[in-house]
């Protein structure tokens, strides 16, 4: 058992996860791509579907005319020219009845949270247990509860407050959790957004939770080290 598949394994049996957790790498260059690595066939709805579909044990190695969802792929590196891309997104999340108008809808593309325009290449988004090398990014779909526990195990050391700032109700599964992630090292979660719910299918319940790689030895340290509390709020629940 690699590394990685230990710790994917005892995060979901410690805080009882219906999905597996998610590594997330882009590759820049075809050179980057570990050898090996079979890409994806098929088509997806979105990266919010490729994430939910990874943590029930898929691997989709992926490049943008795969992934569906453009205000994804123009978010997550891929596109060289995006305006036309959030223009659309503009008037389709207005057009739906999600903002009041217009302006307020703009104001939701233009401050989230992009990479670098045309450098993604590829991306890998698998279950954690198959990588070889650290992800970039890892990625839990998991009930408010269990973000609680990561959150607290992610807070562990530092304490103080956390800042989680939303992209509004859209670009949630590639800006909040990926993009931001990415650019600013640190973690942060997403309600999700109209169309993120509708492709990727995940419960009412569920939430995102993405964190950089770098932060997964210690999230999972720490959640080990938050056993009491779990089993005292588990007994609390199975005492009611």
Not at 114 to 142: N, S
Not at 166 to 195: E, H, K, M, W, Y
Not at 209 to 230: F, N, S, T, Y
């Amino acid at each position: 058992m690699n590394p990685f598949e230990s710790i994917s394994t005892d995060l979901t049996q410690s805080l009882g996860l219906a999905y597996q957790p998610v590594g997330v790498s882009l590759f820049l260059s075809e050179e980057a791509i570990p050898a090996g690595t079979p890409f994806f066939e098929g088509n997806l709805k979105s990266y919010c579907q490729a994430v939910a579909l990874a943590g029930k044990g898929t691997s989709f190695l992926v490049r943008k005319e795969q992934m569906g969802c453009k205000l994804g792929t123009s978010v997550l590196g891929f596109e060289e020219d995006t305006e036309a891309f959030l223009d659309d997104g503009v008037l389709e999340k207005y057009g739906v009845g999600l903002f009041g108008s217009e302006e307020a809808s703009e104001q939701t593309m233009k401050q989230s949270f992009y990479l670098e325009k045309g450098k993604t290449h590829a991306a890998l988004i698998a279950p954690l247990g198959v990588f070889g090398a650290l992800p970039q990014v890892v990625v839990f779909t998991a009930n408010s509860e269990q973000v609680m526990w990561l959150l607290y195990a992610l807070n562990y050391d530092k304490g103080g407050r956390m800042e989680l700032p939303q992209s509004g109700g859209a670009l949630g599964g590639c800006a909040d959790i990926t993009a931001l992630p990415l650019t600013r090292g640190v973690p942060n979660i997403t309600f999700l957004g109209l169309g993120c719910r509708i492709k990727s299918a995940v419960d009412a319940c569920h939430l995102m939770l993405g964190m950089p790689g770098a932060d997964l030895e210690k999230a999972h340290q720490h959640v080990r080290a938050l056993a009491k509390p779990i089993a005292m709020l588990n007994k609390a629940k199975s005492a009611t």
